[in-house]
């Protein structure tokens, strides 16, 4: 009977594997499935989005009058051709013949002024507020009327161009971009579908799966074992474990990661703390320690992706020196050091590595910083909401294709300005730069802007973070951008 | 009917005091449902205008009042993430997947411990039971995510008897789900398979040595006679009991389970929901599972009236 129980047990168990490895295998060659690590907005009217997971997928579906490329350059999209009058108050729009909606539908001057008075008229993009008119000339030409001129202008003509009168973008959206909205269930996945009509080049693969895996571990194991072929927004270690069958692009995050300090608390308000802080600090050795040698540094709120306003020599500003960090915190009444905590978000592991690496370096100098673990809810109500914090290691993305969502955050009367940073010069600094209408001019304000936070040491800036995408074999075609996208558009398999 | 009044009352008064407790917890901790949703880029402005759409502003206590209100009215409200959804609609599919899920580990449990830990008690040799016991504590002592990252390696990516994340919904194919859950419903099953087998034999052995034991060998019956009919009904009591705890936990270690094998179950959606802040989701989760370890415990003392003929009298005097 013992031995009869067993070997039922056993044959059951055999049984039930031999019946698990009948799995079948997933879709065709012309499919992909991208692991993301969240959902998106519930919202995907494009207007009203606002997470950046949920911009960087949709830029897919979307497409404005303008687009940014790979260089960083706005080139036309749903526009053929624009022209700027000499005064820079009239911007006249040539639309592109062919140009269609995943629904079928050409794309017509009223669609254009519809979406552009839409982003006006409600709030939705607060710098089309300087928009006096939009006029349709004819079924293919319109007229854009600004009340005061604006060098930044056309960054926001990236603003999606949707169907006029359609009711149902917040749940089926409709654009012209390379892939068509399909489907989605909440916190399982969404299916995007190649438009075969689209204007431009199409899309390489037929279909493309986002599939939503919270769990990092999880993540590494899906790909694995084979279900997702793609990720992007990996770490150097998740890659090495990936193994042979993966291929890795490396970018950057475009993110000012930092030690952001609480400059209205003391001791930080006291610029020689800042500074010992920075000299005390080696974000080369963070670099090499955590990030396996991956990542670039960054001495101010501006990332090298940026090129166009990224100043490379404040970089290494504050070289590291345990000496000089030493006096200036005797200096500055602090002979012994102090105690501080540093709040970290619990949902990104490379923080939380960074912070304790910076826990290890202020020892060097004295003082005995202690890692504070914060939810990210709770971290976006007290540090961000309530800016009652010591300081904090997270990382800053730019929102639009300017310096200025960068920077503006930093000005004293900014409602987002959680480091309570106060510099007259920097307020000046930015509000001549929002009068200044020479692109090359304007460009140097910000630069002096930048200068102005490492010279203060308003935080303690460590770098970009680098961003791994990993591929399965076979699979090519990833493009990078100076802002945060994901173009699946390039993606196919090699023949 | 009065034990059933009774269980009745029981179960009214743990939900009132879970999701009372679940309400002021949230209402404790700090974290906002419309900065979350909204992040770094957003003006004070909107996250203002969103808390006060999903009438955040409101008090704790006439927030807690609504929602009961709409609960007797079978109302949950719609989530706050997904705010074109409502909560009845986001959970349906999931709570069908946790079942399924838990079902299965369920019988893994059954099927394993019951003739194990009846063949373990009864098995005389010294070498088998220090194997046994050092198995059971090993078994015992490693975490349920744990085992879940092994059996991935071994079956998923070594063997590739599965694809880990490929999960196939019931509706479109019970055999393929059933095929898929199986891997994590042994990750669930196998830390209480090790306790349920040592409960048992202990249990077990016990009996054995009881004069009854004694008097049905004497009798002449076989051993395994012995062991499957008289002692295994003898300890029945105790094993019910103690499985209806098991059922109760099954969901807890699902939690965890769910995350690691990308099941989009209910435990998965809870933790997803916290991190959101997306309250009436957590709520009517947090419903859910008070009502399913209620109701675990329930049967499990239905089935013990129904085979102990002792505590059918008891209750009757």
Not at chain 1, 40 to 65: C, Q, R, W, Y
Not at chain 1, 229 to 253: K, P, W
Not at chain 1, 419 to 438: V, W
Not at chain 1, 444 to 450: D, L, N, P, T
Request: net charge negative.
């Amino acid at each position: 009977m013992k031995r009869k129980a067993f070997a039922m047990l056993l044959s059951f168990l055999v049984l039930a594997a031999m019946l698990a490895s009948c799995a079948g295998p997933k879709g065709g060659a012309d499919e992909i499935v991208f692991g993301i690590a969240q959902d998106l907005d519930d919202d995907l009217d494009p207007h009203k989005m606002i997470s950046a997971g949920t911009k960087e997928i949709m830029f897919n579906v979307f497409e404005g009058l303008l687009k940014p490329t790979t260089e960083g350059e706005l080139v036309p999209a749903v526009c053929e051709s624009y022209s700027v009058s000499e005064d820079r108050l009239s911007y006249t729009f040539i639309l592109r013949e062919g140009v269609k909606f995943h629904n079928g539908a050409e794309v017509k001057s009223d669609d254009v002024v519809y979406s552009i008075l839409r982003c006006r008229d409600e709030g939705l993009v607060p710098a089309f507020a300087i928009i006096s008119g939009v006029e349709k000339k004819d079924d293919k030409t319109v007229v854009i009327a600004l009340s005061e001129p604006s060098v930044e202008f056309a960054t926001y003509l990236t603003a999606a161009i949707i169907p006029a009168d359609y009711e149902m973008q917040s749940t089926q959206p409709v654009g012209t971009g390379p892939f068509k909205f399909v489907s989605r269930v909440a916190q399982d996945n969404i299916v995007l579908e190649r438009f075969d009509d689209y204007w431009g080049e199409k899309a390489g693969v037929a279909k493309v799966t986002l599939k939503i895996i919270e769990n990092a571990d999880s993540l590494v194991l899906s790909l694995q074992s084979g279900s997702v072929d793609i990720a992007s927004h990996l770490t150097a270690q998740q890659v090495a474990q990936l193994g042979d069958g993966f291929r890795a692009e490396t970018d950057t995050m475009k993110l000012v990661q930092a030690l952001y300090l609480n400059n209205a608390v003391k001791p930080f308000d006291d610029i020689r703390v800042r500074r010992a802080l920075s000299y005390a600090i080696d974000k080369h050795e963070i670099i090499d320690v955590v990030f396996g040698g991956y990542g670039s540094p960054i001495g101010s709120s501006m990332y090298p992706a940026f090129a166009k306003y990224y100043v490379p020599e404040l970089t290494d500003y504050y070289m590291h020196d345990v000496e000089k960090a030493k006096s200036l915190l005797s200096e500055a009444g602090y002979p012994n050091g102090f105690s501080m905590t540093i709040t970290v978000p619990s949902n990104y592991q490379p923080h939380i590595d960074t912070a304790t690496v910076i826990v290890n370096q202020l020892k060097a100098v004295g003082v005995t910083a202690e890692i504070k673990l914060v939810e990210w809810a709770s971290w976006l109500e007290d540090v961000y909401g309530n800016r009652d914090f010591e300081s904090t290691v997270v990382g800053f993305d730019a929102a639009q294709m300017t310096a200025r969502a960068l920077l503006e955050r930093f000005t004293s009367t900014h409602k987002r300005n959680f480091i309570n940073y106060s510099s007259e010069t920097y307020d000046a600094l930015f509000a001549k730069a929002m009068i200044t209408y020479d692109d090359a001019e304007q460009t140097e304000i910000y630069k002096q802007m930048e200068r102005e936070l490492t010279e203060n040491a308003a935080n303690v800036y460590i770098q970009d973070l680098a961003d791994l995408v990993a591929l399965r074999k076979g699979l090519t075609g990833v493009r990078f951008y100076p802002i945060d996208v994901i173009d699946l558009s390039g993606l196919h398999f090699e023949s | 009917m009065k034990f059933a009044a009774k269980k009745l009352a029981s179960l009214a008064l743990t939900m009132l005091i879970v999701t009372a407790m679940t309400f002021l917890a949230f209402s404790l901790i700090s974290g906002d449902p419309a900065s979350t949703m909204l992040g770094t880029n957003a003006a004070p402005e909107q996250v203002e205008a969103l808390r006060d759409e999903l009438g955040l502003n409101k008090p704790v206590h006439q927030r807690y009042f609504e929602w009961i209100k709409g609960f007797f009215t079978g109302d949950l409200g719609n989530s706050y993430k997904y705010r074109n959804q409502s909560v009845t609609s986001l959970i349906a599919p999931r709570l069908g997947v946790t079942l399924e899920l838990s079902a299965l580990s369920f019988v893994l449990i059954i099927l394993i411990s019951l003739p194990l830990g009846v063949i373990a008690a009864g098995a005389k040799s010294r070498f088998y039971s220090v194997f046994r016991s050092a198995l059971n504590r090993l078994c015992m002592a490693v975490p349920s995510f744990f085992i879940g990252l092994l059996v991935t390696w071994i079956f998923g990516i070594t063997l590739k008897w599965f694809s880990h994340g490929a999960f196939v919904p019931w509706s479109v194919s019970p055999a393929a789900s059933l095929l898929y859950l199986f891997y994590p419903a042994v990750c669930i099953a196998v830390p209480r398979i090790a306790m349920t087998v040592n409960m048992l034999s202990s249990t077990v052995e016990a009996e054995l040595k009881k004069d009854y034991a004694r008097t049905v060998r004497s009798r002449g019956a076989g051993s395994s006679r012995l062991l499957f009919v008289h002692i295994l009904k003898n300890s029945l009591t105790p094993i019910v009991t103690f499985l209806g705890q098991t059922a109760a936990e099954i969901i807890a270690a699902s939690v965890v389970i769910e995350q690691v094998f990308v099941v989009p179950g209910l435990g998965r959606f809870l933790v997803s929901s916290i991190s959101y802040r997306d309250y009436p989701v957590v709520e009517a989760i947090v419903v859910l599972l008070a009502l399913w370890v209620v109701l675990a415990s329930t049967a499990a003392d239905l089935i013990n009236f129904g085979v102990d003929p002792r505590l059918r009298r008891g209750a009757k005097g």
